[in-house]
């Protein structure tokens, strides 16, 4: 058996070619639905790398293809914005969908939603069953749920978040995806300060020869109360 405090020092090692979104590719996506548990009609993404988006784009059909309840179908049509079809079918959605992740997963990235269940879940569920044989190992492993890492580092994914100007309209899938990924990076931030071994190197988190503090005022803001820092640092004290 190996020694707990080796296991715990290697897990915690942390480096910035192994954050989701800088050395690690994210793809962060969003998918638009005939209700929570009708068919995905419309998917956008967007692709974080080195901490800015190198990739965006949306797949559509019109909403008329999707199966789904009735009284979900007015909700959509009342509040989603419309958005210009490419696809003819919900499948051709899922499969122009699945080429994207396929070329991304092979380079590297990880796939991550903003409360995955039950919308994006069954999405991918839907692309994974329509070629069963060829994709039942070639899913995102892991799902990175964006939500969890919020409530990791003390933040609320659970209220409305202000929008950038390119975060908008709501209910657009790419801009909904575009704000989950900027959420995920800005969640990353607090990780790479609050980690007791985080690297030393010149980062948001550093301050600099002049004692200024260099973190961007929503790694401030959003990083939680000075209690939850305290337990952190009693946490810290106790695992050493």
């Given at each position: 058996?190996?020694n707990d405090?080796?296991q715990?020092?290697s897990?915690?090692?942390?480096?910035?070619t192994r954050?989701?979104?800088h050395?690690?590719p994210?793809?962060?996506f969003?998918?638009e639905?005939?209700?929570l548990?009708?068919?995905?009609?419309a998917v956008?993404?967007?692709?974080?790398?080195?901490?800015?988006?190198?990739?965006?784009?949306?797949?559509?059909?019109?909403?008329?293809k999707?199966?789904?309840?009735?009284?979900?179908?007015l909700?959509?049509?009342?509040?989603?914005p419309?958005?210009?079809p490419?696809?003819?079918?919900?499948?051709?959605?899922r499969?122009n969908?699945?080429?994207?992740?396929?070329?991304?997963k092979?380079?590297?990235?990880l796939?991550?939603a903003?409360?995955?269940?039950?919308?994006?879940?069954?999405?991918?569920?839907?692309?994974?069953?329509?070629?069963?044989?060829?994709?039942?190992?070639?899913?995102p492993y892991?799902?990175?749920?964006?939500?969890?890492?919020?409530?990791?580092?003390?933040?609320?994914?659970?209220?409305?978040?202000a929008?950038l100007?390119?975060e908008?309209?709501?209910?657009?899938?790419?801009?909904d995806a575009?704000?989950?990924?900027?959420?995920?990076?800005?969640?990353i931030?607090?990780t790479?300060?609050?980690?007791?071994?985080?690297?030393?190197?010149?980062s948001?988190g550093?301050?600099?020869?002049?004692?200024?503090?260099?973190?961007?005022m929503h790694?401030?803001?959003?990083?939680?109360?000075?209690e939850?820092r305290?337990?952190?640092?009693?946490?810290?004290?106790k695992?050493?």
């Amino acid at each position: 058996m190996q020694n707990d405090s080796k296991q715990t020092e290697s897990a915690g090692a942390v480096s910035s070619t192994r954050l989701l979104g800088h050395g690690i590719p994210a793809m962060v996506f969003d998918v638009e639905s005939i209700g929570l548990h009708g068919d995905g009609y419309a998917v956008g993404y967007v692709v974080i790398q080195d901490g800015k988006e190198v990739e965006s784009g949306m797949f559509a059909c019109p909403a008329s293809k999707a199966n789904g309840a009735d009284s979900d179908r007015l909700w959509v049509y009342e509040n989603i914005p419309q958005l210009a079809p490419d696809s003819p079918d919900p499948l051709a959605v899922r499969e122009n969908f699945w080429c994207r992740w396929t070329e991304w997963k092979s380079k590297g990235a990880l796939l991550a939603a903003d409360c995955a269940w039950p919308v994006e879940s069954r999405f991918l569920a839907a692309c994974v069953d329509a070629s069963p044989d060829e994709r039942r190992f070639s899913g995102p492993y892991p799902l990175v749920e964006i939500s969890s890492v919020m409530m990791a580092v003390g933040q609320d994914p659970m209220k409305t978040h202000a929008r950038l100007e390119s975060e908008k309209p709501v209910h657009n899938p790419v801009a909904d995806a575009r704000q989950s990924a900027r959420l995920l990076l800005e969640a990353i931030e607090v990780t790479r300060r609050e980690w007791p071994n985080a690297s030393r190197q010149e980062s948001p988190g550093d301050t600099g020869s002049t004692g200024e503090n260099k973190w961007p005022m929503h790694v401030l803001t959003d990083a939680g109360d000075g209690e939850r820092r305290r337990n952190m640092r009693t946490l810290r004290t106790k695992v050493k």
